[in-house]
């Protein structure tokens, strides 16, 4: 299955909007970075149709190295963004499923 990247969308967007490409990118960017921005603060990113974009906090643990099994290392808590998709990409993605184990590919 192939991947998709920044470009291929900035690409994308451009050919359905009839922006230029530059235009397409700067647009893009700054939705990435507003994105960005609002979670550095805390704050939750709802998306509708696509998602939810969410700041949490893990808790403090214990690890150990595989390579030394007698060591135990502390693991601070930190923050980590959590998506939570939307009903339609939900469903939509779950259209994948079948196409995947028929070994179709999308292109």
Same mark, same amino acid.
């Given at each position: ?5 920044? =470009? &291929?969308? +900035?690409? $994308?967007?451009?050919? #359905? ?5 530059? @235009?397409? *990118? &700067?647009? *893009? @960017?700054?939705?990435? &970075? ?14 509708? =149709? *696509?998602?939810?974009? $969410?700041? =949490? ?11 030394? /099994? ?5 693991? /601070? /808590? #930190?923050?980590?963004?959590? *998506?939570? /998709? ?5 469903? @939509?993605?779950? &259209? +994948? ?11």
């Amino acid at each position: 299955m192939a991947g998709v990247t920044k =470009r &291929d969308l +900035v690409v $994308e967007l451009s050919n #359905r909007t009839g922006l230029t490409q530059s @235009q397409a *990118f &700067d647009l *893009f @960017q700054h939705a990435l &970075d507003l994105i960005t921005e609002e979670l550095a603060q805390g704050n939750e990113v709802t998306l509708r =149709r *696509f998602g939810t974009f $969410e700041v =949490r906090v893990t808790k403090a643990k214990v690890g150990r190295n595989p390579n030394k /099994p007698g060591t135990e290392m502390k693991i /601070p /808590p #930190r923050a980590v963004v959590r *998506f939570k /998709p939307g009903k339609e990409m939900k469903a @939509q993605v779950a &259209d +994948v499923l079948p196409k995947l184990l028929n070994g179709e590919s999308e292109s």
